[in-house]
């Protein structure tokens, strides 16, 4: 019982800093986490530890915890490591490519375009990330899909850090001709495509934007 109430504070937090509503250097107290799902801080600790541990909140002795603030540094390697990761996955997706994998990406592409059209932030940062863990998860490689998922929350508190706001619909419009590629078998292509799009992901942030920090209750409350 403790382990789930656990993973579902984990899981709750990481929504809220994936869906940019726990904003970088966010102080996450013990005490207003725990009052806000009505369990014990020891709990609170041990979900805090966890992320801790994937490097979305940093454990600071006799401050507390934060969301993590990725440094220029991490940030580019980060997107090195995914661009290495990505390119081999778009090879293997291509290699095994089925109209059904096609079809179920298309859906996605679809529900980016929706959250972008009606300016979703929320919605649209969360989508706009899982359309690569959904290519991993497609292929059935659950290892992948979750080096992804970890990956790509690092990313969402850098891109809140420092993306620009038009960004989002330049990835949705990556993502389609990613796809297109795909369900062409066009191996070349789809890696180029890829590879491209997550330098201009890259290449898009400026780096000397400062996020503003928000209070942890409102963000919990619509995580």
């Known amino acids: 019982m403790e382990s789930s109430t656990t993973s579902f504070i984990v899981n709750a937090l990481t929504q809220a800093i994936v869906a940019h509503q726990l904003q970088p250097g966010t102080k996450l107290s013990e005490q207003k986490v725990a009052d806000q799902f009505g369990v014990s801080r020891t709990l609170?600790?041990?979900?805090?530890?966890q992320l801790s541990q994937n490097r979305l909140i940093r454990l600071e002795p006799a401050r507390g915890a934060f969301v993590a603030t990725p440094s220029v540094e991490e940030a580019r390697q980060v997107f090195t490591v995914r661009r290495m990761l990505e390119a081999e996955m778009t090879r293997a997706f291509v290699r095994q490519v089925t109209p059904a994998m096609i079809r179920?990406?298309?859906?996605?592409?679809?529900q980016e375009k929706s959250a972008v059209a009606l300016d979703?932030?929320?919605?649209?940062?969360?989508?706009?990330?899982?359309?690569?863990?959904?290519?991993?998860?497609?292929?059935?490689?659950?290892?992948?899909?979750?080096?992804?998922?970890?990956?790509?929350?690092?990313?969402?508190?850098?891109?809140?850090?420092?993306?620009?706001?038009?960004?989002?619909?330049?990835?949705?419009?990556?993502?389609?001709?990613i796809v297109k590629a795909l369900a062409a078998r066009d191996e070349a292509l789809a890696v180029q495509l890829m590879d491209e799009h997550l330098?201009?992901?890259?290449?898009?942030?400026?780096?000397?934007?400062?996020?503003?920090?928000?209070?942890i209750a409102p963000a919990l409350a619509l995580a």
């Open 44 to 49: 609170v600790r041990q979900a805090l530890f």
């Open 104 to 110: 179920a990406l298309k859906a996605h592409v679809a």
């Open 120 to 177: 979703d932030v929320p919605g649209r940062t969360e989508l706009l990330g899982d359309f690569h863990v959904r290519m991993a998860e497609l292929m059935g490689n659950d290892v992948l899909a979750q080096m992804l998922v970890e990956l790509i929350s690092r990313c969402s508190l850098i891109t809140l850090m420092y993306q620009s706001a038009s960004a989002a619909e330049h990835s949705h419009t990556e993502h389609a001709a």
């Open 199 to 215: 330098h201009h992901v890259e290449a898009n942030l400026t780096f000397d934007r400062k996020a503003p920090n928000v209070d």
